[in-house]
């Protein structure tokens, strides 16, 4: 990712000069370091407020999300690493984490939105929806769970496109999720972790 990213970084930096406002290209230059240490998630959150400069002028906007994968990549191989030896727990591990992050998200979208747009906190319960279908398809389950996984984040993300006005997570999308993971569970019973986290996301929804 390095190249492209120091390409990308480099490019922006040159064209800033002859485009920006000189306040512009000074928050610019802070944009290229923080893209470049992977933390541009907490520049932009903190960069945020009523004086905050318009995002047609900060060209490097996009790279928060790199900021929280990279963030989240840092600290999931550390974790994984010192519970691999157990494999049975590693379920049970990613469901905490996904569910301690959702919880985390639906209290904090209702009083600062930018908070739970940028913090990794608030955005790690989305990475790990995909680290479970990495650890089926590790493990190779049947076709069919990896199926309804899938089938599972889809629908969700297709469901998130035609409502991206509301905020996120929000009740509709959770009951969307439950429901289709609910017929994920249907799909293939030996799944059991699955039916747990199902079950957790109909109590808070409650």
Known sequence: IFPALLITLLACFIVGWFILFPHEYAQLGKHVLSGAGFFSNFTFWFEAGYFDNLAETKPLLHLWSLGV???????????????????????????????????????????DLVAAFYSPQTRFWELVAGSFLAYFIFKKQSASAVSATTSLHGQDAEHSLVREKQAVPNKDRLKLGKTLLQNAIDINEKHSILQNVSSLVGFILL
């Open 69 to 111: 994968e990279e963030q989240y990549y840092i600290i999931w191989p550390l974790l994984l690493w010192l519970i691999w030896k157990k494999p049975p727990i590693i379920p049970g591990v990613l469901s905490i984490i996904f569910m301690a992050s959702l919880i985390i998200n639906i209290r904090v979208v209702h009083h």
